[in-house]
């Protein structure tokens, strides 16, 4: 499995940006995807994952301004990105668990900057 993703960019606060995540290969049997971050000095956090198929799972940070969505014929799962703070600075990596296999898979990570 392969993740690609995009989007990522510089912003204001309070602007919006969307994240893309493509996968390819062996997608069928991916279970969980989504989203995580990792701001400068901190640790990896998860942001929003579509978790056993349908259900979501949001940070408690970003709820209420972020959606996560998914289109299943194209295997692309996005982030929408509403009222950015400065806080939300940080890579963004795809991710993505095969429950059949144990697998983790991670795409390459996209730079989100919030700054005026």
């Known amino acids: 499995v392969q993740l690609q993703a995009s989007g990522g960019g510089l912003v204001q606060p309070g602007g919006s940006l969307r994240l893309s995540c493509a996968a390819s290969?062996?997608?069928?049997?991916?279970?969980?995807m989504g989203w995580y971050r990792q701001a400068p000095g901190k640790q990896r956090e998860l942001v929003a994952l579509?978790?056993?198929?349908?259900?979501?799972k949001y940070a408690d940070s970003v709820k209420g301004r972020f959606t996560i969505s998914r289109d299943a014929v194209k295997n692309t799962v996005y982030l929408q990105m509403n009222s950015l703070r400065p806080d939300d600075t940080a890579v963004f990596y795809c991710?993505?668990?095969?429950?059949?296999?144990?697998?983790?898979?991670w795409g390459q990570g996209t730079l989100v900057t919030v700054s005026s």
């Open positions: 579509f978790t056993t198929g349908v259900n979501i």
């Open positions: 290969g062996s997608v069928g049997r991916l279970n969980t």
């Open positions: 991710y993505a668990y095969n429950g059949y296999t144990s697998r983790t898979y």
